[in-house]
């Protein structure tokens, strides 16, 4: 499981603090992409920090933002194709 704490201002960047696996980092993201793994997370039932530590296991090689990044689009794209 992960945790993830800070804040940002909106519409900038904002760097949260994140534990994966017992080991903390930050990552540091727009805030519109922490609000969309926000409802992303909710969604699925899971916390955030779940869901971050979710991502950064299946990712290969890259950064943790960059993956966090991918992942919303990869969902938003999912979203538009069902009917």
């Known amino acids: 499981m992960g945790a993830v704490s800070g804040n940002g201002p909106a519409g900038g ?18 805030a519109e992409f922490w609000d969309a793994l926000g409802e992303i997370a909710r969604e699925r039932g899971l916390s955030l920090g779940a869901l971050v530590a979710e ?3 299946g990712r290969g090689t890259g950064n ?20």
Request: aromatic residues 0%; without cysteine.
């Open 64 to 83: 943790l933002s960059s993956a966090l990044r991918l992942h919303v689009l990869a969902a938003l794209r999912a979203g538009a194709q069902r009917p």
């Open 55 to 57: 991502i950064d296991a």
């Open 13 to 30: 960047i904002a760097k949260r603090s994140v534990t994966i696996a017992g080991h903390r980092t930050s990552v540091s993201l727009e």
